[in-house]
């Protein structure tokens, strides 16, 4: 996959994009990464990316003639499925099954916006897609194309290393992931649960599958609406549920 990032500040990608899983990546040929920077496409000797807003008001906005061009450098060429993405506040909100759909595109061009604002026209006529990574405002766009870069990064088959790492993630299977512990067994008086140490992997996998949905159910009972509960899970939905009572 390649994934291409639009920003006035490439040299904030050096870190997070040159270390660990997204580095080992690109090392092993599975993910190319670029940082183009719009001023480079802008016209005059100041190369002007922005400028104020028609009707007044206060703050800057980025021009649309540097976006258009910068991204236009990096769509020349017919890529397979090939998606530009915007990152701002009012865009499709992310979430897993987005990052899934994400994964699918052989090719993303992620347009990080600064200032106030960036020309309505980019978003009606240059993306294809608005993202937002949350409800807030950052003073950029380049921490939430870190963000999509990182999550949709480790979708890609073999970036992961263990087959199924991805699979038992929050979000994966629709529920939020159950407990991890690690050794030692006893520390500081705490100790992993017996069951996890019993090498009944049925009863394991069972009291994994309990907990996700205890915890779901405790911190996001709005994805549990999400999801149709059957067979097992209803039962240990009802388990649950009567533990509370007692
Ligand atoms: N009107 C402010 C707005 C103008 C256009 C550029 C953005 C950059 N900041 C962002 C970008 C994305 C997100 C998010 N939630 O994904 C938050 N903040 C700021």
């Known amino acids: 996959m390649r994934i291409d990032i639009v920003s006035l500040f490439p040299e904030m990608f050096d870190g997070p994009l040159g270390h660990s899983i997204i580095k080992r990546a690109c090392d092993a040929g599975l993910l190319s990464i670029g940082v183009v920077n719009p001023r480079d496409f802008a016209e005059g000797k100041h190369r002007i990316v922005d400028d104020t807003p028609f009707g007044g008001g206060s703050g800057m906005v980025m021009k649309p ?27 499709n909100r992310l979430d897993q099954a987005k990052v899934r759909e994400l994964a699918g595109y052989d090719h993303l061009v992620l347009v990080c916006g600064h200032y106030e604002g960036v020309d309505e026209r980019v978003k009606e006529h ?7 990574i949350g409800d807030y405002v950052l003073t950029g766009g380049e921490l939430p194309a870190m963000v999509v870069t990182d999550a949709v990064a480790r979708l890609i088959p073999g970036v992961l290393g263990a087959a199924d790492a991805a699979e038992h993630d ?14 030692p067994r ?7 649960p017996e069951i996890l140490v019993s090498g009944d992997h049925a009863k394991i996998a069972r009291w994994r599958r309990k907990e996700s949905l205890r915890r ?17 899970d209803a039962v ?3 388990e649950i549920l009567a533990e509370r009572e007692g």
């Open 236 to 238: 240990l939905l009802r």
């Open 65 to 91: 003639d540097p976006l258009f061009l910068a991204v236009e450098s990096l769509t020349g060429e017919p890529a397979g499925r090939r998606r530009v993405i915007l990152l701002c506040p009012g865009g």
């Open 170 to 183: 929050s979000f994966a299977a629709g529920l939020l992931e159950y407990p991890q512990y690690t050794r």
């Open 186 to 192: 006893e520390f500081r008086g705490w100790e992993v």
């Open 216 to 232: 779901t159910l405790a911190v996001r009972p709005d994805l549990l609406d999400k999801i149709e509960l059957e067979g097992l």
């Open 126 to 132: 240059l993306v294809d897609e608005a993202v937002s």
